[in-house]
């Protein structure tokens, strides 16, 4: 039987937040074993190093006074 360690554990291994982890669980986007009220993760299933995709940043466009005021020089 392979060894299972906790989410706190797992974080520390990948090197992500435990709540960034516990959001990928929940995600399914890493597999985990819930086991009474805690999950539990497989060692094998953990890539050290893991980055969690990062969302795109909405493109907004500028607005407020000074942005006006900009717009209205020559």
């Keep these: 039987m ?7 554990e ?3 291994v990948v090197g992500v937040h435990p ?3 516990g959001r990928l669980i929940r995600n399914g ?6 086991v009474g009220r805690q999950w539990r993760i497989r ?3 953990l890539e050290p190093g893991y980055q969690a995709p ?3 940043a909405a493109k907004r ?3 407020g006074t000074f942005t006006r005021i900009a ?3 020559p």
């Excluded at 392979?2 to 706190?8: L, Y």
């Excluded at 986007?29 to 819930?34: C, K, N, S, T």
């Design 54 to 56: 990062r969302k795109a």
């Design 2 to 8: 392979e060894k299972m360690v906790s989410v706190g």
């Design 61 to 63: 466009e500028p607005t």
């Design 71 to 73: 717009a209205e020089l």
């Design 43 to 45: 060692l094998s299933d």
């Design 19 to 21: 709540k960034t982890l």
């Design 29 to 34: 986007e890493v597999p985990a074993v819930r």
């Design 10 to 12: 797992a974080a520390e």
